[in-house]
Every structure is written in C-alpha cells, then in structure tokens.
C-alpha cells in the first residue's frame, strides 16, 4: 500500500477495520448471485461506517456530515449549460443528493429525478433537505430498475446528469449502463456526463477494487453505438498523478437522416 493511503487511512480510529472488507471475489463467495453495484454499494456502506461517514459525496442516516457546499459547483455548471427552472431532470446515480439538494428547490414540483441502485444513499440525502422543500416540490427517487424508469421512458427528461458514476462501473458493464440512459433520451435531452477518464486514450487504469479510469476509445465506441456524440464542455483537469483526467461531456442523439424511398 502506498504510504499516502496508509497515512489518510490511519487517522480513522477504526483503521484496523478496513482489512475486513471483502474483495469482490471474497464477497461473491459468499453472494453467488450478487452484481457489481451491490458490492459497490457494500464496500461503501463498510467503508463508511469506518471512517465516520466521512466521504466526499456519500453518507448513511448513522453517518450523516452535513455538508450543504460540495455539490453547488456541479449544480452551478448545469445551470451555465441551459439548465432552467421549468425542465425536468434526471441525476443517474444521484447517491446522497449532493446536487440534488441544490436542484431540488430550484426546478418546479415533480422536477427531479433520481436514480440510483441502492435507496441507502438517496434516503439519507433526502432527510438533510429542509422538509418544507421536500413537501412542496416532490423530488421522484427511485431504483434504476424501478417504476420511474418506464414513467420517464415515455416521457423523456430535458437533462440527464451522471457525476462520478462511471468510474465505479467496470469495463464489461460500461455498454449495459450507457444503453440503459440511451433508454431515457429523446432526440432532445442532453446528457451530462461528468467523470475520470484515463490520460492515454487506449488504456484503462483499474484504480482500486471498485473504480476505474476508463479509455476515451472505449467509451466513444459505446456511445457511438447507441447512435449518441459527445462535445468535451469543460477541459480536463488533469489528476495529480497525471494518469487520468477529468471530463465532462454533453451527450446527445444523432440525428438519424430520413430513410430515402426506393424508387
Ligand atoms: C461516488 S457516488 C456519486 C453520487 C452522486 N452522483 C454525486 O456526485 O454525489 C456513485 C453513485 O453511483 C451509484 N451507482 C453505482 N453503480 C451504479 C449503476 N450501475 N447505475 C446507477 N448508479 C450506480 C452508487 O450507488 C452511488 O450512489
């Protein structure tokens, strides 16, 4: 282990705990049946419980940090790429409402969606919301595989957003999680996609047991796919160690060309 994790590791007073969570192998002995996302959202839970809730956008209702801030800079740059009050939008893998907290009080009643494979976060989220707001504008969470989804199949949101989703996805889901947004959009919606990616375009960089920098060439191919492009809308920030970077794109629908009659 580097010396730096040991370091940020060690000033939790249970460190000693961290050897108990189980890899995905070990984990998948004990759960046969059991997918990627529900040892993400395992490992997280353990993993929280640690450190005292301390995480840079999760939380659990016995962990609680009342952060207010972190998400207000993600939330600030929807609303400077068309973002307005009247639109409704989704935020896939929205975990504890870090935005959410933000664009719930800002978009009208019923606005807000958000998704996520696991309620423990969103539910935790949605209790550090002012109640009053939560009464008057009705945020809509729900499971990526619940009713919603079909609600929002037929009637597609203007804005999708997914922020530090992607990179706890592996590389053999990575088609299945983008064809299920692709179900979400109409030839209007625009979908944000704010992650790491790796520096070198052909490389894939495995971070640690649940996050990945993923290559640029991958994810293009997948999109193009699901007949979908991406403009880069802020420039990479690159990550200290200089192996990854960070993107966000807006992604939208290709125009399909009208099928010409055969004379
Ligand atoms: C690092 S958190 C980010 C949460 C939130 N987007 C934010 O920026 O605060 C990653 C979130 O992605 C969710 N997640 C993991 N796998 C997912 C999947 N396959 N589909 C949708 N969400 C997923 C997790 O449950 C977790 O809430």
Redo the contacts with the bound molecule.
């Keep these: 282990m580097k010396l730096r994790n040991l370091i940020n590791i060690k000033k939790y007073k249970n460190y000693h705990k961290f050897k108990s969570i189980k890899t995905f192998k070990q984990w998948q002995q004990d759960n046969p049946e059991g997918t990627f ?1 529900q040892y ?2 395992y490992r ?1 839970t353990e993993k929280l419980k640690i450190r005292d809730g301390d995480h ?3 939380t659990l209702a016995s962990t609680i940090k009342n952060d207010e801030t972190s ?1 207000e800079s ?1 939330f600030r740059f929807l609303i400077e790429h068309g973002l307005k009050s009247h639109h409704r939008v989704v ?6 409402l ?2 959410g907290r933000h664009l719930i009080p800002f978009l009208e009643p019923r606005s807000y969606y958000g ?4 309620d423990t ?1 969103y539910s935790a989220g949605l209790v550090q919301i002012d109640s009053q707001i939560v009464a008057k504008r009705q945020p809509q969470l729900d499971l ?1 595989d619940g009713n919603l989804v079909d609600q929002l199949q037929e009637d597609p949101p203007d804005y999708i957003f ?4 992607l990179i ?2 592996p590389p053999e ?1 990575l088609s299945d ?1 983008i064809s ?1 947004i692709t179900l979400l959009m109409s030839d209007k919606t625009a979908f944000i996609l704010g992650t790491q990616i790796a520096k070198e375009t052909d490389s894939t960089i495995h971070r640690n047991e649940v996050t990945w920098f993923h290559n640029k060439e991958q994810i293009e191919s997948i999109l193009a796919e699901n007949n979908l492009i991406a403009t880069d809308i802020k420039s990479g920030r690159e990550l200290e160690e200089a192996k990854g970077v960070r993107v966000f794109w807006k992604i939208v629908k290709q125009l399909q060309l009208e099928e010409q009659p055969i004379n």
């Design positions: 996302d993400y959202v997280v840079p956008t999760l998400g993600i935020d896939y893998g929205c975990g504890s870090r935005v998704l996520d494979v696991t976060f990526v997914s922020v530090g989703v706890h996805i889901e999680f299920k």
